[in-house]
């Protein structure tokens, strides 16, 4: 089942701060973000597999509330190379063969 | 970090007519998948395969699909019979190991134009 992504768009100025937030209904083993920008592939950017746990990557961070089931993607200080679609991917037991992806949610950082 | 190459970049075919869509993977991963993107739309999951049989598929992987590793390194995914809804961008990933703890490495992709 498909994990829900929010907010779809979000437009900010260099160096502000944004949130997207990705949630199932399902109970989550591990949740991946990846990154897209326009007509390349997705890059994977990281995985978080256990609940509480955070990641950093750069400015870029993500949180997994496994209790809640939800994930989100911090970035601090946003660059103009941050833009691009995000992703969430769920897999599933632990032995998942498959990752589902979230609709995405597209993000423009302006100069 | 080695790629994950595709080929052909740009794929432009007549409804009806065979495709055929390959990737060459990195040599020490395991697990391999194609996924498919209709321009503007989400990352869609079609099939993932292991240890030279298909694991796991979704609805849209359907008879007219199949994939092959047909000299042990190349991945391929075919198409039989190309419809106009098939028009999207295949990508070939792969991962070192089950995607719940393993990142997904994907290829640049094959653009399929359906006409």
């Known amino acids: 089942q498909q994990p829900v992504q929010s907010p779809q768009a979000v437009i900010l100025r260099e160096g502000e701060d944004a949130v997207i937030n990705c949630s199932s209904s399902k109970a989550l083993y591990s949740v991946h973000w990846y990154r897209q920008k326009h007509g390349e592939a997705p890059v994977f950017l990281m995985i978080l597999l256990k609940g509480g746990e955070q990641k950093g990557h750069d400015k870029i961070s993500a949180s997994f509330n496994e209790k809640k089931q939800q994930s989100s993607l911090y970035l601090t200080a946003s660059q103009l190379s941050y833009s691009g679609t995000y992703f969430c991917g769920t897999g599933g037991t632990g032995s998942a063969r498959q990752l589902t992806f979230g609709s995405g949610t597209q993000l423009t950082v302006l100069p | 970090e080695p790629e994950v190459t595709q080929t052909p970049s740009h794929q432009v075919t007549q409804m009806g007519q065979e495709v055929i869509l390959r990737c060459v993977p990195i040599s020490n991963h395991l697990y391999f998948y194609w996924y498919r993107q209709i321009l503007g739309q989400k990352v869609e999951f079609l099939v993932s395969f292991y240890n030279n049989e298909i694991s796991e598929k979704s609805e849209i992987f359907d008879d007219q699909f199949s994939v092959e590793r047909p000299d042990g390194s190349n991945f391929t995914l075919k198409i039989r019979s190309t419809k106009l809804e098939d028009s999207a961008m295949y990508f070939c990933?792969?991962?070192?190991?089950?995607?719940?703890?393993?990142?997904?490495?994907f290829g640049n992709g094959t653009r399929l134009t359906v006409t």
């Open positions: 990933a792969e991962s070192g190991g089950v995607v719940d703890n393993s990142p997904l490495h």
